[in-house]
């Protein structure tokens, strides 16, 4: 993606709190995600958790990196990345990897913000970024997204017990969808008769928060080693600023024997800063 055509989406969500940016994905990778998180779900026995947050028909899967290197492809992507990079810092870690399949009889998710645990008072500065991937058409009988265009400016949260105005954010397979941390949004309801609604997030936060899914222990060392670089430091294996995160002076990933993941990954996120 150009400078230009990254300005222009930056604004759009500075504006909104989020933009759709269409033909992402290649066809190759969609055809080949579809294919592991089928096989996954079937392995994994994936089955609806049965509350409204995680939904009463929708399959999900968190900590996907652990689960197929095929996933490994995506926050790293040159598409997506820069907006991370920019909205937060180019040191912001990757927070969590996460698959929503939303099946026919779905019902809404309530609104949300993703960085809803931030004490700092709203508005304020993006603290996570949220990536979502279509991996089908999302649509609005399907279960499209529903967000809150500038709900990122306003000075409070949403109140469950209210009733909140929204659109359905459609996008057709291939797309993926910024948003603003702080941008209320929720899955949408899935009246279809038989269309399940494929979707992966990737979210992002500031390098010095607290990831909401725990990669050290959901990673195995021998996967970590075998890293590219900026991925494991996404994931939080190098120091934060050169000191956040250490072990008697050492990164995680140099701590567990991966001592090039440091060397590498820090003049890549020095060259992005500068």
Same mark, same amino acid.
């Given at each position: 993606?150009?400078?230009?055509?990254?300005?222009?989406?930056?604004?759009?969500?500075?504006?909104?709190?989020?933009?759709?940016?269409?033909?992402?994905?290649?066809?190759?990778?969609?055809?080949?995600?579809?294919?592991?998180?089928?096989?996954?779900?079937?392995?994994?026995?994936?089955?609806?958790?049965?509350?409204?947050?995680?939904?009463?028909?929708?399959?999900?899967?968190?900590?996907?990196?652990?689960?197929?290197?095929?996933?490994?492809?995506?926050?790293? #992507?040159?598409?997506?990345?820069?907006?991370?990079?920019?909205?937060?810092?180019?040191?912001?870690?990757?927070?969590?990897?996460?698959?929503?399949?939303?099946?026919?009889?779905?019902?809404?998710?309530?609104?949300?913000?993703?960085?809803?645990?931030?004490?700092?008072?709203?508005?304020?500065?993006?603290?996570?970024?949220?990536?979502?991937?279509?991996?089908?058409?999302?649509?609005?009988?399907?279960?499209?997204?529903?967000?809150?265009?500038?709900?990122?400016?306003?000075? #409070?949260?949403?109140?469950?017990?209210?009733?909140?105005?929204?659109?359905?954010?459609?996008?057709?397979?291939?797309?993926?969808?910024?948003?603003?941390?702080?941008?209320? #949004?929720?899955?949408?309801?899935?009246?279809?008769?038989?269309?399940?609604?494929?979707?992966?997030?990737?979210?992002?936060?500031?390098?010095?928060?607290?990831?909401?899914?725990?990669?050290?222990?959901?990673?195995?060392?021998?996967?970590?080693?075998?890293?590219?670089?900026?991925?494991?430091?996404?994931?939080?294996?190098?120091?934060?600023?050169?000191?956040?995160? #250490?072990?008697?002076?050492?990164?995680?990933?140099?701590?567990?024997?991966?001592?090039?993941?440091?060397?590498?990954?820090?003049?890549?996120?020095?060259?992005?800063?500068?």
């Amino acid at each position: 993606m150009d400078e230009t055509t990254l300005e222009a989406h930056l604004a759009t969500i500075e504006e909104q709190g989020y933009c759709i940016i269409e033909d992402v994905i290649s066809p190759a990778l969609l055809t080949e995600i579809k294919g592991v998180v089928s096989r996954l779900e079937d392995e994994l026995e994936i089955a609806p958790r049965g509350n409204y947050a995680e939904g009463f028909a929708t399959k999900r899967m968190y900590n996907l990196l652990d689960k197929d290197r095929a996933f490994w492809q995506m926050p790293v #992507h040159e598409d997506v990345l820069p907006f991370a990079e920019r909205l937060l810092d180019a040191e912001c870690l990757l927070s969590g990897t996460t698959c929503m399949n939303i099946g026919p009889g779905e019902v809404m998710q309530g609104l949300h913000s993703d960085d809803g645990l931030v004490t700092v008072p709203r508005p304020r500065m993006p603290f996570m970024v949220t990536t979502i991937w279509a991996f089908t058409d999302f649509t609005d009988e399907n279960g499209a997204t529903r967000v809150v265009p500038g709900s990122h400016k306003f000075d #409070h949260e949403p109140d469950y017990s209210k009733q909140y105005d929204h659109i359905a954010a459609e996008m057709p397979a291939g797309s993926v969808m910024i948003i603003n941390g702080g941008t209320w #949004h929720s899955g949408g309801a899935n009246s279809s008769e038989d269309d399940w609604r494929l979707g992966l997030s990737v979210q992002y936060c500031q390098g010095w928060m607290r990831q909401q899914q725990n990669q050290y222990y959901a990673i195995k060392p021998e996967d970590m080693r075998e890293m590219p670089p900026r991925l494991a430091q996404l994931c939080g294996y190098t120091l934060y600023r050169g000191i956040m995160g #250490h072990i008697d002076g050492a990164s995680p990933g140099g701590f567990i024997g991966a001592d090039a993941v440091d060397e590498t990954a820090y003049s890549r996120i020095r060259a992005t800063a500068d």
